[in-house]
């Protein structure tokens, strides 16, 4: 029943944090990470919105691509990806940047 007293359009904005930890084995030889990012279709929701990405290492020229749908199938089609974010970052070995 409550169902169907859900808005088709939010009227309103929530602003949750969530942290993700993963395992930090200090290797700073690889050169990208690939994650999916999904929305539960339990409530409406209009936009979802990364705004930072923890890194450290030697870092330097840096991008972010984001694709619609998620990433499977896709890895290696550029076409199919779009440029979020790109800029020089410093290196910082001991301590996370954004």
Known sequence: ???LLLKKQ???LV???YTVETEDH???TFNGVMFD???LDRRPVQ???VDSIHVRGGLGQMSVWCVEGGRRGVEEKPAAW???FSRH???SWRDFTS
């Open 1 to 3: 029943m409550s169902a």
């Open 10 to 12: 939010a009227d309103y």
């Open 15 to 17: 602003h949750d944090s």
């Open 26 to 28: 200090e290797d700073h």
């Open 37 to 39: 990012v999904e929305v």
């Open 47 to 49: 936009a979802l919105v």
């Open 82 to 84: 779009t440029q979020a």
């Open 89 to 91: 970052v410093n290196a």
